[in-house]
């Protein structure tokens, strides 16, 4: 049975995409076959970031309305093995997602799939909703600053109320605090929300905490899942958390201000 | 005068605008709740299935003057007219101190029906003779003590056998557990930013935070086991002896029977991020230490 993991936020602007595009591949590299969907029907970008976008034939909203087979849709990634990419509609919007349609190809993919990471669009609407419906496990991306957090808040409760285990009664979603965008040296200024403060607010488990990077966007242009630069902090810290999502204790890293030697003070580190 | 007591000055008048339009979210909450429920039941059986507890109700007693079918009959239906709302299964203890006649034969059976034809349940009754006892033994009431002065009139060692029996027999009239459990209500996961619980009719007892952006209400006290960092809300219903409890103040608003401070007042508070509890005293909000 498929475990499905949505990837939420409530606001916008948060690495939703990123975070989905980094723990797909993660879980994918790790052997278990993932699909990735994008829920962001009419702003799609999961394609772009997973470098896609030129094979999308079939989308999310053609299945859902029978108008394509699931596996006309599948875009397969060419770098992973084993990870697949089910593209939003860009001409729909978040309506053409009905409830019964979004079960039937969850249903669908379960059959084969190891894991399904739903890429939620932002905000509280529909989209967003379809999105944690039928989910196990939800990761919460957050940015360490207050409206960020108070946003996350919101869809955890959302999440306890508003989705098919809280209505029959089911176990509880499993919920994770994925802290993104995340500068140990603005903390130290007092700038920035520190792990601990945003853990206190928000009081659930905390999966990882990615580094802010110049790689992140870097990778999001280049349509490279960030995870797949082993030089980049930000990649190593989402293969930690991926690691953690499949239940291994992964100490938590760079959360301290990095040291600079002498040479890269002089001539600046590219992290 | 302090900044602070100004404060209260001027914001002793004010009361919550629509406390009547606060509803209870039982919709959001509620899948949780019992959710928690049916998990609870899905587990193996471990530890005790219940717990006696010693409790103080208020209950509504009806004092008897004397029984005489009809005209008992005659004067609850002008009752239930004068206040309909009032006769809906509200259980009443049947007090016989004050009979006229104390040795008067009452037939507890046709009373307790034609007491519960107009919405009022007794579930015991209090005082009267030890033939009065049997009889109503008869009709499934246990019969509680009469009060103190007329106590010293029965023997010592009667009145203790009396008082276990009425004590085994009381834990088992529904009552009890039915207004116990309606009283209070208690959560356990965070109340998230968006999140509204009302506790109607009792008490909220919350063992998590209260995020900013979500709100508590209850007709009763509110006790938070962890920041209250939302809006609190005790007594919406007008009960100026609510008291909101919490371990530490960082809450946007708190409002007893409508008279509320706001974070702004609050933040200004030696108790802020501290322990305290939150009583009205004649109209004015008190924040002090607990």
Known sequence: MAKIIVVTSGKGGVGKTTTSAAIGTGLALKGKKTAIIDFDVGLRNLDLVMNCERRVVYDFVNVINEEATLNQALIKDKRTEGLFILPASQTRDKDALTQEGVQRVLNELAETFDYIVCDSPAGIEKGAHMAMYFADVAIIVTNPEVSSVRDSDRILGILQSKTMRAETGGEPIEEYLLLTRYSPERVEKGEMLSVEDVEDILAIQLLGIIPESKTVLKASNQGVPVILDDESIAGQAYEDAVNRLLGEEVEHRFLTVAKKGFLKRMFGGNQ | MTKTEDTIEELKNNTIPNREEFKPANEQNGGNLQSKASLNNSQPPSGPTFNLKGSQLTLMVLELHEFHFDRFNQQMTQATQRAPNFFQQTPVVLSLEKLSNPNE?????????????????????KGGSEEHQLAAIVAGLPRIPASKNRESLTPQKQDSSQNKETKSLSTKAPVDTA?????????????????????????????????????????????????LRGRALAGVKGNSNARIFCHSLEAELISIAGHYKVSEDLRSQPLWKQPMQARLDSKHLIIEKI
Do not use: K, M
């Open chain 2, 105 to 125: 034969n009452i037939d507890f059976i046709d009373l307790s029906q034609l007491c519960q034809e107009y919405g009022l349940y007794p579930v015991a009754i």
């Open chain 2, 179 to 227: 207004t116990l459990s309606a009283i209070s209500q208690t959560v356990t996961r965070p109340v998230r930013s968006g999140q509204q619980i009302y506790a109607q009719g009792g008490d909220l007892i919350v063992l998590a935070p209260v995020s900013a952006g979500a709100e508590v209400l209850a007709d009763g006290n509110i006790h938070v086991y962890g920041p």
